[in-house]
């Protein structure tokens, strides 16, 4: 079990780093990096006190020795200096296992504060070298922080969820063991563990309490793991072939070195982790598995993946293609659990269902629906594990369907220990099933609410091989296409209003088209009232939770909001200009209906009812508008696809929107006005055309980020006098009046353009100063500070070169700048990552919702 004291340290190293890196992946590298680092230093001082000698630190190596970093005569930056050159240099060490060296590959310092390593170092020394358990629990506990690499669509899977699947597959000293998308390599460490305790004396299977095994306890209640389970059951030879039986694929560098750390810090010396690409790759294709456990990454890239010729399923979808490998990669006797998204569980697309035929035939023994919010924080996408197994599918005509609707912890972003846990009692049913299905008795096998047995006839006779447990409970029909239903059949229909004289200055918040945005939140920077009393004797337009909003007349129409818990007011009113949707009906679900209507399906449907000129509005005939009506079970699982969606954008959308770098500034460092670095150069303005030879750059063209913009590009022709105010690539130039007044543009491009006269060019004197460096630093806050202060005019700003030439900037060494100028480009890869996630997701959900209308 993880000790406090260790808990304690790694969470200070982490609130250490946060501020200078506040990436949770790249703080467990720097943690990572620097404990093994600390661990090498500690096995040779332990071969010393032996009386042997060093065997990690030595020759040209031997200054770079952890113990060298903490002597009192050395000063920060020298310290600073030293620490960041060992670990660039350690995958080169030759006296370090080629583990180590993976280990260190690529590895650097991602900044440059003295203070802040020092601080982090001193955490670092307090740890211990050991081989314990206590030690690689302390290592998954650093890796629980990471829970999403978004972009992949990876989300760690909860450990209490990995060992509930182990104990479900039950894999043997004897059998190969495989995770073709390992990550942190979690399954194939609960599943050595899992061997280990069941070849252990002391293991008593009726007795031992599982990691998600809790019964009436909350899993923080419980200590696991607690007698120490040696495995001293298997021979030499036995441990030898099981480490070596244990095998795992990632694409990620990041996460192969993360989990060869984790496997190493567990017992297994040489981990067989590889870097591989699972989908595109065929050199491991004939490499075959008794046991496959995984969750594969969920998403696929934009386009989809281009797999080789080899899967029996044609797609391009990254969910399907892993799957389908699992499948195919078991031995003839093999088994598997795997964790997969809805998609795979009912989407209609032939892929989709020619991967749910051929394993319904030939493979599916069991799906397990886990709730909604197992991956919270980090997605609320909503799952399922299905259980593969090629003996026991032989054997019965039947498929097991399970849910779960509770495992030990709330579903809110926290995820609190709870004392209310399913996962006891359907690993007894599981264990009870494949007993039943060897001794050909599930004829009394007892089904509940939440376990149910669907023969295979049943599932495959709509062709769809759909695996939703829902579908085949009794009394429930399932259409394969959905039912369309009018809005009036669904909801009331009804819109407020507003007293004589209109909205007042206080009162009850009054809604108009206005305080709705275009992406269904709310804009209260302008708020109109109406009074309390009027408010009180309204009869309609009273907002309740759950319902959806549309503008009803003016040039927005058909813009939708949806009143929720999460609104920024709990007590409002519509005024007349919108229409409130209210549900009625139990077959429809509010922010189901909301999302159908606000997709680009449901807004041209809205529009057919528009009437009037070009402002215009719709009416009360918006009632006879049809929309798509599936099931509430499928209403159900879009909405939690959808909202998974959403968190993925909103928490995108924060890190794009709120990132600014930050210059840590030595006190050492030059403080330098710009008119000693550059010469300015004011532009000069010609007629813009739409079509010409050159590019014509003008204030509107740089965005708030500093950024060239592509919408209405403009041109003049070669002949013109401007074409003396030329920028190539690499060169700058900052405008000095309007909207955007300060805001310098890197110009990044190929071919040269021309600069009109409201922007100034700066040369700088390169052998003092790089200029992306200066760029860097007017995104900062410091430089948005000093521009304020500087400018100049009243309703329209200037920012002219007398203003500009008395910036005050840090100007570090050229060596230093051109590591803060790689430091920020890492950084901006991160937050274009972030802006292509949001578009990824964005048009995940159109085209979940297209496919409901059938489009």
């Known amino acids: 079990m993880l000790d406090t004291e260790t808990k304690r340290?790694?969470?200070?190293?982490?609130?250490?780093?946060?501020?200078?890196?506040?990436?949770?992946?790249?703080?467990?590298?720097?943690?990572?990096?620097?404990?093994?680092?600390?661990?090498?230093?500690?096995?040779?001082?332990?071969?010393?006190?032996?009386?042997?000698?060093?065997?990690?630190?030595?020759?040209?190596?031997?200054?770079?020795?952890?113990?060298?970093?903490?002597?009192?005569?050395m000063g920060g930056f020298e310290i600073l200096n030293l620490y960041s050159e060992a670990i660039m240099k350690m995958d080169v060490n030759?006296?370090?296992?080629?583990?180590?060296?993976?280990?260190?590959?690529?590895?650097?310092l991602p900044y440059r504060d003295p203070e802040t390593l020092k601080t982090f170092l001193k955490v670092i020394n307090d740890f211990t070298y050991d081989h314990s358990e206590r030690l690689g629990d302390a290592f998954e506990y650093l890796l629980s922080v990471l829970g999403s690499q978004g972009e992949a669509g990876q989300f760690r899977t909860p450990r209490h969820i990995i060992d509930f699947m182990v104990a479900i597959i039950d894999p043997k000293k004897d059998e190969v063991i495989l995770d073709p998308a390992c990550g942190?390599?979690?399954?194939?460490?609960?599943?050595?563990?899992?061997?280990?305790?069941?070849?252990?004396t002391n293991y008593n299977p009726k007795a031992d309490t599982r990691m998600f095994e809790t019964?009436?306890?909350?899993?923080?209640?419980?200590?696991?793991?607690?007698?120490?389970?040696?495995?001293?059951?298997?021979?030499?030879?036995?441990?030898?072939?099981?480490?070596?039986?244990?095998?795992?694929?990632?694409?990620?560098?990041?996460?192969?070195?993360?989990?060869?750390?984790?496997?190493?810090?567990?017992?297994?010396?040489?981990?067989?982790?590889?870097?591989?690409?699972?989908?595109?790759?065929?050199?491991?294709?004939?490499?075959?598995?008794?046991?496959?456990?995984?969750?594969?990454?969920?998403?696929?890239?934009?386009?989809?993946?281009?797999?080789?010729?080899?899967?029996?399923?044609?797609?391009?979808?990254?969910?399907?293609?892993f799957v389908d490998y699992i499948a195919e990669h078991l031995t003839p006797n093999g088994r598997a659990a795997v964790i997969v998204p809805e998609g795979i569980i009912f989407q209609s697309g032939t892929a989709?269902?020619?991967?749910?035929?051929?394993?319904?035939?030939?493979?599916?023994?069991?799906?397990?629906?886990?709730?909604?919010?197992?991956f919270n924080p980090y997605s609320g996408v909503k799952t399922s594990i299905l259980w593969l197994d090629r003996t026991l599918a032989k054997k019965t005509d039947k498929i097991l369907f399970v849910k779960i609707k509770n495992d030990g912890f709330d579903l809110g972003a926290q995820r609190r220990p709870i004392k209310l846990n399913d996962l006891p009692s359907?690993?007894?049913?599981?264990?009870?099933?494949?007993?039943?299905?060897?001794?050909?008795?599930?004829?009394?096998y007892e089904t509940t609410s939440n376990i149910n047995l669907v023969s295979i006839d049943e599932i495959s006779k709509s062709g769809e091989y759909n695996l939703s447990g829902e579908r085949y409970k009794a009394g429930i029909v399932y259409s394969t296409k959905n039912k369309f239903a009018t809005i009036g059949e669904l909801c009331d229909i009804f819109n407020g209003s507003r007293p004589k004289g209109g909205a007042v200055t206080e009162g009850v918040l009054s809604i108009g088209g206005e305080h709705i945005n275009y992406n269904g939140s709310f804009n209260l920077e302008n708020p109109r009232y109406i009074p309390i009393e009027y408010f009180k004797n309204l009869g309609k337009g009273k907002l309740e939770f759950n319902d959806v909003l549309i503008v009803k007349d003016g040039a927005t129409t058909g813009k939708m909001g949806f009143f929720d818990s999460r609104s920024p007011f709990k007590v409002a009113a519509v005024n007349e200009h919108v229409f409130i949707f209210r549900k009625k009906s139990t077959e429809i679900l509010p922010y189901y209906l909301y999302q159908?209507?606000?997709?680009?399906?449901?807004?041209?449907?809205?529009?057919?009812?528009?009437?009037?000129?070009?402002?215009?509005g719709i009416n009360l005939n918006i009632k006879n508008?049809?929309?798509?009506?599936?099931?509430?079970?499928?209403?159900?699982?879009?909405?939690?696809?959808?909202?998974?969606?959403?968190?993925?954008?909103?928490?995108?959308?924060?890190?794009?929107?709120?990132?600014?770098?930050?210059?840590?500034?030595?006190p050492e460092w030059e403080m330098v006005e710009l008119g000693e670095l550059c010469e300015l150069t004011y532009g000069y303005t010609d007629t813009a055309l739409n079509e010409g030879e050159i590019r014509f750059i003008r204030i509107t063209d740089i965005s708030e980020k500093g950024e060239l913009r592509d919408e209405d590009v403009k041109f003049i022709k070669t002949n013109s006098e401007a074409c003396k105010c030329l920028i190539k690539k690499g060169d700058l130039v900052v405008a000095r009046t309007g909207a955007t007044y300060g805001k310098t543009l890197y110009y990044n491009n190929n071919e040269p353009a021309v600069y009109a006269s409201y922007l100034i060019k700066l040369d700088f004197d390169k052998s003092r100063v790089e200029p992306l460096y200066y760029w860097i630093f007017t995104l900062s806050d410091d430089y948005d500070q000093q521009k304020s202060k500087l400018m100049t005019g009243g309703g329209q700003p200037q920012f002219n070169a007398g203003a500009i030439k008395r910036i005050i900037i840090p100007l570090p060494p050229l060596n230093i700048q051109k590591n803060i100028i790689e430091h920020y480009q890492v950084e901006n890869q991160m937050i274009k990552s972030s802006a292509k996630l949001i578009e990824i997701f964005k048009q995940k959900i159109r085209d979940r919702i297209a496919k409901v209308w059938g489009k």
């Open 94 to 108: 030759p006296n370090i296992p080629q583990l180590f060296r993976d280990i260190f590959k690529n590895a650097y």
């Open 215 to 321: 019964k009436d306890l909350s899993l923080s209640e419980i200590v696991i793991n607690s007698k120490n389970y040696t495995g001293d059951k298997l021979t030499p030879d036995e441990r030898s072939r099981l480490a070596n039986n244990i095998k795992g694929y990632d694409i990620s560098p990041d996460m192969v070195r993360l989990s060869l750390v984790n496997m190493y810090l567990h017992g297994l010396h040489a981990p067989h982790i590889y870097e591989y690409d699972t989908l595109t790759s065929e050199d491991n294709w004939n490499e075959y598995g008794d046991v496959i456990l995984a969750n594969p990454p969920f998403m696929s890239p934009k386009g989809g993946i281009r797999p080789h010729k080899r899967f029996l399923i044609t797609s391009s979808r990254s969910e399907v293609l």
């Open 352 to 374: 989709y269902k020619n991967l749910r035929k051929m394993l319904v035939e030939n493979y599916l023994v069991g799906v397990i629906s886990l709730p909604a919010g197992v």
């Open 625 to 666: 508008l049809k929309i798509p009506l599936p099931p509430i079970s499928i209403q159900e699982e879009i909405v939690a696809e959808i909202e998974s969606y959403q968190k993925i954008i909103d928490g995108a959308r924060q890190v794009v929107e709120n990132y600014k770098p930050r210059i840590d500034i030595d």
């Open 426 to 444: 359907v690993f007894q049913n599981v264990y009870e099933y494949k007993i039943k299905i060897v001794l050909n008795k599930l004829f009394d």
């Open 596 to 616: 159908i209507l606000r997709s680009e399906n449901g807004k041209n449907e809205i529009l057919k009812f528009k009437v009037g000129a070009a402002v215009g």
């Open 184 to 200: 942190t390599a979690g399954f194939l460490i609960s599943s050595y563990k899992h061997i280990i305790k069941t070849n252990s």
């Open 9 to 73: 340290r790694i969470d200070t190293a982490r609130d250490i780093l946060v501020g200078k890196v506040p990436d949770p992946k790249s703080q467990v590298e720097q943690i990572t990096i620097a404990l093994i680092y600390k661990f090498m230093d500690d096995m040779d001082l332990q071969s010393e006190e032996l009386g042997g000698e060093r065997s990690f630190f030595k020759g040209e190596f031997e200054k770079y020795a952890w113990r060298k970093i903490f002597d009192p005569r």
